[in-house]
């Protein structure tokens, strides 16, 4: 199975920082990466597939890149709204689908 | 536009069995994946398994081989998870979430918890 490694798993950030969350797989996937967001006692919620589609609905401050084995979500204006759990996931080999540990971005 | 309904929290002794379903509405549910992906507390996302209606095969993860059962019922629209030989460590929300050709998870059920307890 593919394993995907996010870094770093936690850390604290203030209102209007860029931030970046980094997830690298343990072979090439090429752009087959989701984004999920989950906040506390919901259900996770796509924001970004083929590793820099963003899905309708989600603002434009979240953007993903990379291709191969490292990839990046970055959200460029935190907002209160933004802090929560993400989550990256591999379609390129199924079965399994593999998620990363998760990131949880926490008020500074 | 997809929308999964779960059905309701649970409370099952070790050793016995929990079946969990997810109800669709909207779309062509046969043509779609249901995948379950469970969250232990304070944990991450696991995928357990996922099934295609249409073909009512299902795969799984290996971890859980042998002791999930994923099957759909095309008249109801309706997808389920059974897990048995449960154990304190089967605590969890289970989640349903719907997935195309493209493998990525997009919309998910609200969730339901499990609550395995003597």
């Known amino acids: 199975a593919i394993r995907m490694t996010q870094s770093p798993s936690s850390f604290s950030a203030s209102t209007g920082d860029r931030v970046t969350i980094t997830c690298r797989a343990s072979q090439g996937i090429s752009s087959y990466l989701a984004w999920y967001q989950q906040k506390p006692g919901k259900a996770p919620k796509l924001l970004i597939y083929?590793?820099?589609t963003l899905q309708s609905g989600v603002p434009s401050r979240f953007s993903g890149s990379g291709s191969g084995t490292d990839f990046t979500l970055t959200i460029s204006c935190l907002q209160s709204e933004d802090f929560a759990t993400y989550y990256c996931?591999?379609?390129?080999?199924?079965?399994?689908?593999?998620f990363g540990g998760g990131t949880k971005v926490e008020i500074k | 536009q997809v929308q999964l309904v779960q059905s309701g929290a649970e409370v099952k002794k070790p050793g016995s069995s929990v079946k969990v379903s997810c109800k669709a509405s909207g779309g062509t549910f046969s043509t779609y994946a249901i995948s379950w992906v469970r969250q232990a507390p304070g944990q991450g996302l696991e995928w357990m398994g996922g099934i295609i209606p249409i073909f009512t095969t299902a795969n799984y993860a290996q971890k859980f081989q042998g002791r999930v059962t994923i099957t759909a019922d095309k008249s109801t629209n309706t997808a389920y998870m059974e897990l048995s030989s449960l154990r304190s460590e089967d605590t969890a929300v289970y989640y349903c979430a719907s997935h195309g050709s493209s493998n990525w998870f997009d919309p998910w059920g609200q969730g339901t918890l499990v609550t395995v307890s003597s």
């Open positions: 996931q591999q379609y390129y080999s199924y079965p399994p689908l593999t």
């Open positions: 083929a590793a820099s």
